[in-house]
């Protein structure tokens, strides 16, 4: 098993920055994809960015692409989303997530993952 946990969610302002962190345990390793997905109030969940095991493969929504930057730290078995120029549009719960595969190619898909955590909060006021 492998628990995720999300972090650093809160309340800003359109044009802030916030760094999300999303924390792994359990049987982790660094042969994980990881990613982030976010659900608006009322919309399906979607994907937002994506992260290689190495890390030096990356895959961004066209929505938040030039704006938002992950990255991963195996040796903390950490992963960050660093979001910037913040839109009301980007209210939504943050999830990370985790697929154990061999292949180095970014699933975009919320069916292909196989871990979860719980979500962290994301509020943009206007």
């Known amino acids: 098993q492998v628990q995720l946990v999300e972090s650093g969610g809160g309340l800003v302002q359109v044009g802030d920055s916030l760094r999300l962190s999303c924390a792994a345990s359990?049987?982790?390793?660094?042969?994980?994809?990881m990613a982030w997905f976010r659900q608006p109030p009322g919309k399906e969940r979607v994907f937002v960015a994506g992260?290689?095991?190495?890390?030096?493969?990356?895959n961004y929504a066209d929505s938040v692409k030039g704006r938002f930057t992950i990255s991963r730290d195996n040796a903390k078995n950490t992963v960050y989303l660093q979001m910037n120029s913040l839109k009301a549009e980007d209210t939504a719960i943050y999830y990370c997530?985790?697929?154990?595969?061999?292949?180095?190619?970014?699933?975009?898909?919320?069916?292909?993952?196989?871990?979860w955590g719980q979500g962290t909060q994301v509020t943009v006021s206007t």
């Open positions: 997530a985790a697929k154990q595969t061999s292949w180095s190619l970014i699933w975009t898909q919320t069916h292909e993952y196989d871990y």
């Open positions: 359990g049987r982790t390793s660094s042969g994980n994809i």
């Open positions: 992260i290689s095991q190495s890390g030096s493969r990356t």
